[in-house]
């Protein structure tokens, strides 16, 4: 089984930046997979942050407007989201999301992290 465990959040103050990591127990890196992130806050339903295919498509929610990057790095097995000029309504829990290549067309989350606290306020 796949494995997720996030790191990078925190406080931050408006403006400020964080950078999220997801390290993946194993090789996830490989056939037609997807992964990304995606935030929840309190009273709001989950919404994807960004994601990025094998094939290098990437997806970005409408809010990031230039503010985010995906980034993968290979060797060891994670996936980062660089967080530049963040607003209060960024804060959330953010969760990676590992989607294997047997999931792809179907019905299947695929695997979830246990999210990580993000915070922006002065």
């Known amino acids: 089984q796949v494995q997720l465990v996030e790191s990078g959040g925190g406080l931050v103050q408006p403006g400020g930046s964080l950078r999220l990591s997801c390290a993946a127990s194993g090789s996830i890196f490989s056939g037609d997979y997807v992964t990304g992130w995606y935030r929840q806050a309190p009273g709001k339903q989950r919404e994807l942050v960004a994601r990025?295919?094998?094939?290098?498509?990437?997806d970005y929610g409408d809010f990031v407007k230039g503010r985010f990057t995906i980034s993968r790095d290979n060797a060891e097995n994670t996936v980062h989201l660089q967080m530049n000029s963040l607003k209060p309504e960024d804060t959330a829990v953010y969760y990676c999301?590992?989607?294997?290549?047997?999931?792809?067309?179907?019905?299947?989350?695929?695997?979830w992290g246990q999210g990580t606290q993000v915070t922006v306020s002065s």
């Open positions: 999301n590992y989607r294997p290549p047997w999931t792809i067309g179907h019905s299947i989350a695929g695997y």
């Open positions: 990025i295919r094998n094939s290098g498509i990437l």
